[in-house]
């Protein structure tokens, strides 16, 4: 069986009543592997391949499998075979084995369940074409973590000179997008971490950028559950121009005033005595929040 390269990266293998493998096409994935490979009318044969002789594509981004996925994965090809074809490329070191372009987790997941061959489509393309599609492919199904995403781009950006706008007309996303997401990589990695693992959102981390204790504060957030709005307000207390001072501030004081921020929208800082006298001051940007304040003192007093 032969199929053209528009047609590749929408195939689907699906067995009908009778068990005989049909062919049907799925339409409006988007940017698919067509659109890197450029147009030409060149057919492509899908094979059996042996699965031992399939290594991993060194270029993957993503790092991270879900367990339950693979398992869910694994229980649909025992029972349907592998639908999709695994796309791969000749290994250029070793003879007679294939290198993964896009499909890894069809391939782990066949492992799992035995099989000792899987259908491939074998396309002859170049380092920058295999990390384009795997970024492509993980990105159009929403599969990887954003540190994946992000470090997939920087490679492109390091090792192959893509800059910020090629890489947001290449994806299909927003300049502002792309600038974002790389600056997740400017955090230290046992935040990096926290959001591969999925502990962390990438809103969490992108409040921590530029925070010299983002660490202790990422630890913060996650022990308390604050959300992404609570995360922004507890960083700003330290982003504060008296951040020396609130260093010394002990946890119920901050958490005093992370309420109180969150509850008034208003930066507040609280200065307790070893007597337990001090003062409580809001900081108001224009009249309409000093109107505010007053509004809830005279009703509550």
Known sequence: MTISKFEIDSIELVKPENKKADVRLKKGLGRGLSSLLGETNENIKTNKVPIHDITRNKFQPRKYFSKENLEELKNSIKEQGVIQPIVVRPDKLLKNKYEIIAGERRWLASQSAGLHEVPVVILEVDDVKSLEFAIIENVQRQDLNPIEEARGYKKLVDDYNYDQAKLAK???????????????????????????KGDLSSGHARSLIGLNNAISVAKTILQKKLSVRQAETLVRVFKNKNVKLLYKKDADTLELQRVLEEKTGLSVSINNKKNNSG??????????QLDAIVKIIKSNY
């Open 279 to 288: 003062t409580i001051s809001f900081q108001y940007k224009d009249l309409q």
């Open 170 to 196: 290449f994806i299909g996303k927003s300049r502002s997008y792309i600038a974002n997401i790389l600056r997740l990589l400017s955090l230290p990695e046992e935040i990096l971490f926290m959001v591969e």
